[in-house]
């Protein structure tokens, strides 16, 4: 089965600077990968994803994230925070093509410091 | 495409009373999710349909929560008789292929009193 863990429950960045924020997964099998976005009183909106192809995959809003296997890892980063990023960020697994399930991290809040 | 549509938005409920909570998937997803997401468990899967059959109902807590998918437009979730710890922002997400991810919708926010 697989899991996500996301590092850190809530990260604080400055307005300008860089935003990273880490998502780890395990899977038996090659992995589905997508960052979810939740602004406050909302759902979850769909930011970027990962299934097959370039590693580097860019999303809405500026962000984009890596998929590195060999560390097991999809980071989520963005250039420049801008106070409108505030929200919490979820990072989710899928074990490729053979389910139709997603497996969501604890999620990061992520704040603004303008 | 007016995404995922849930209905109520917010639910206040006297404990011991039934609730039920509403979704409308998008048109050609054949996938719809039900979670549930609090502050101590984050988002928990409860119930997935795939053409309308319920195939993985694993993760609902009690015999109190039902869900139905009677057509590929209207799914309900129920909980009878409803607790204090029911309370929680349930939503409803559609998908057609997991590729593809899933399109949530706004949630359901229920207060059980």
């Known amino acids: 089965a697989q899991s996500v863990t996301q590092l850190g429950s809530h990260v604080s960045v400055s307005e300008g600077a860089l935003v990273l924020l880490r998502c780890n997964y395990s899977?038996?099998?090659?992995?589905?990968l997508f960052w979810y976005v939740q602004y406050p009183n909302q759902g979850l909106q769909l930011l970027l994803k990962?299934?097959?192809?370039?590693?580097l995959v860019k999303g809405i809003n500026g962000f984009e994230a890596e998929f590195k296997k060999s560390e097991t890892s999809f980071h989520l980063t963005k250039p420049s925070a801008h106070m409108s990023d505030a929200a919490e960020y979820f990072c989710?697994?899928?074990?490729?093509?053979?389910?139709?399930?997603?497996?969501f991290g604890k999620g990061t809040k992520l704040s603004v410091i303008p | 495409d007016a995404g995922v549509i849930q209905s109520p938005r917010h639910e206040v409920t006297e404990m011991g009373q039934e609730v039920t909570l509403r979704c409308k998937p998008i048109?050609?997803?054949?996938?719809l999710f039900w979670y549930r997401q609090t502050m101590m468990r984050g988002l928990e899967l409860l119930i997935y349909?795939?053409?309308?059959?319920?195939?993985?109902d694993s993760g609902m807590p009690e015999d109190r929560f039902s869900a139905k998918m009677p057509n590929a437009s209207f799914s309900t979730l129920k909980i009878q008789p409803s607790e204090p710890r029911d309370s929680a922002v349930y939503f409803c997400?559609?998908?057609?292929?997991?590729?593809?991810?899933?399109?949530f919708g706004s949630g359901t926010r229920l207060t059980v009193v």
């Open positions: 997400a559609s998908s057609p292929l997991v590729k593809g991810g899933y399109t």
């Open positions: 899977s038996s099998v090659p992995p589905y």
């Open positions: 990962y299934t097959t192809g370039a590693t």
């Open positions: 989710a697994v899928s074990d490729g093509a053979g389910s139709y399930q997603l497996t």
């Open positions: 048109s050609g997803h054949d996938y």
């Open positions: 349909f795939n053409n309308n059959v319920p195939i993985d």
